[in-house]
């Protein structure tokens, strides 16, 4: 149960490090992770209000690990799906992104990966990178959910990670829907 923990919460991570280690790649640029809560209403609010999203009744904000905020069923540790949120400089190259960027990275970092989706869009007016795909690390396969989006001020992170035979798809799609830009 702890391999699996320690290998869920690692993927959530390096997904966010990802996002800002691939807009480092281009240029010297200083990276401040910040991160955000939820309230009683179950609504996740980033520190700066920036931006809003419902999360599941059932789901409670968990531990905060390198500016990452990871949002976990009641059930947590026994069910190891979460939702980590990060929030880091804007990034001028957002734009730039294609699928092959992010394969190569992803490609060095886990053992296996598989991408289902990549595709380009807006949520809530502001452009966003919408990406599923599956991983294995340390001998666990995940479906991860990540969505990237290019604020005014800042570039969010919101990643979904599904463990063995769970299904995510109902609460990635309430809770995407419910994403708020708020400034």
């Known amino acids: ?30 990276v401040e992770f910040k991160s955000g809560k939820v309230s009683g209403s179950n609504v996740y609010t980033d520190d700066d209000g920036e931006f809003k999203f419902a999360i599941p009744d059932d789901w409670k904000e968990g531990e905060v690990m390198e500016g990452v905020v990871n949002i976990v069923p009641d059930s947590y540790p026994e069910d190891s799906n979460n939702i980590a949120v990060t929030k880091a400089a804007k990034d001028e190259l957002f734009d730039t992104y294609t699928q092959e960027t992010f394969e190569q990275l992803y490609s060095s970092l886990f053992n296996e990966v598989n991408f289902v989706k990549f595709e380009k869009n807006k949520i809530d007016g502001v452009p966003a990178i ?20 290019d604020m005014p001020d800042s570039t969010i992170s919101i990643t979904f990670t599904e463990v063995s035979d769970s299904d995510l798809s109902d609460v990635v799609e309430d809770c995407m829907n419910s994403f708020e830009v708020l400034k």
């Not at 391999?3 to 240029?27: D, H, N, W």
């Open 1 to 30: 149960m702890k391999k699996t923990l320690r290998a869920v919460l690692a993927a959530a991570i390096v997904f966010a490090l990802a996002i800002a280690f691939v807009s480092c790649t281009e240029g010297e640029k200083t």
């Open 130 to 149: 919408e990406m599923v795909y599956t991983i294995n690390m340390q001998g666990i396969s995940m479906k991860q959910y990540a969505y990237s989006l």
